[in-house]
């Protein structure tokens, strides 16, 4: 029987909705396909149309503490968006800087139309500037501060920019990926924020050694059960690694129990990067079916009546 089979048995046995998507028999080279999207640079011209820049909420003025905004090319004041938000990977670590200004994964979900995009920041535990690694100082790793962050910045800028409450996916990579419970799923307030995820590379309780609080399965747990049936697409690049293969998630969430809305691909990739998502292939455009699909519905167990 094939992996993917017996993930199906697994999964079917614990009562988990579990759609498989397979990308790529073998694995790219990313420098081997061109990229068909650029991230835009910075603008310091103000909110508009097509222009990412960077922003700070009026409660943070005077720190360093800021995230960054991009209004797709077909945006106007008048009508109502649906918002992903996105955190960054650690960094320094490989091509990752940990920055919201270098953030790709939710351009290329969004290929700058249709969708307002957000990379909210990770924050320090005095609250006065952006964590690169992990979340708040070592040694505590306090997310507190990066969860009331998100608090206000969500609600702030679909109030600002039109975006639509309801419609709001979270979205990572790395770190991003597993902030996507560890943050995103904190507390019941924060978990009501969401109509989906998109996790790439990385998910929250399959590795219980990382160095901080609250890593461990029984915690992840906890999170876990906060998604209450809402729709993920969990990605990963071509490997083996115990951390954060797709079969590591599939046997992870199998041995859980929780059921779940669970859509997996490969990227096709091998490299560790969210710069997959600025290129062609199979993977993107089921990813972009899938947020066509999850923005058409209600968020399961939460809003929907």
Not at 202 to 215: F, I, K, L, R, S
Not at 274 to 280: G, I
Request: contains cysteine; hydrophobic residues 40%; aromatic residues 10%.
């Amino acid at each position: 029987m094939s992996s993917a089979n017996r993930c199906r048995v697994a999964a079917m046995a614990c009562g988990v909705a579990i759609a498989i998507t397979t990308a790529c028999v073998s694995a790219q080279d990313l420098a081997k396909v061109e990229p068909d999207l650029v991230v835009p640079t910075l603008s310091d011209d103000g909110p508009a149309a097509g222009r990412r820049f960077v922003e700070t909420l009026p409660a943070y003025e005077g720190t360093a503490v800021h995230h960054v905004v991009y209004l797709p090319t077909d945006w106007s004041a008048e009508k109502r968006w649906p918002v992903v938000v996105e955190y960054a990977g650690n960094g320094p670590f490989g091509t990752s800087t940990g920055r919201v200004e270098d953030a790709k994964l939710g351009y290329g979900v969004t290929g700058g139309r249709g969708c307002i995009w957000v990379v909210l920041p990770f924050v320090s535990g005095d609250g006065k500037s952006n964590v690169r690694w992990w979340w708040g100082d070592k040694p505590t790793y306090d997310v507190g501060p990066t969860v009331a962050y998100c608090k206000l910045a969500v609600p702030a800028i679909c109030a600002k920019y039109g975006g639509d409450p309801r419609r709001v996916v979270l979205s990572g990579f790395s770190r991003g990926a597993i902030a996507c419970h560890y943050v995103g799923l904190h507390d019941d307030e924060i978990a009501r924020l969401w109509r989906g995820f998109v996790l790439y590379s990385h998910y929250d309780g399959v590795n219980e050694h990382w160095p901080y609080p609250a890593a461990d399965r029984t915690a992840a747990l906890v999170r876990l059960k906060r998604l209450n049936g809402r729709p993920e697409f969990i990605c990963a690049e071509e490997t083996d690694s115990a951390a954060n293969s797709i079969d590591a998630v599939r046997r992870y969430l199998a041995a859980t129990g929780v059921e779940g809305d669970y859509t997996f691909a490969s990227t096709g990739y091998r490299e560790h990067d969210d710069a997959w998502a600025l290129r062609p292939g199979d993977t993107r455009r089921k990813l972009r079916a899938w947020l066509r699909r999850v923005l058409e519905q209600g968020k399961p167990g939460v809003d929907s009546k």
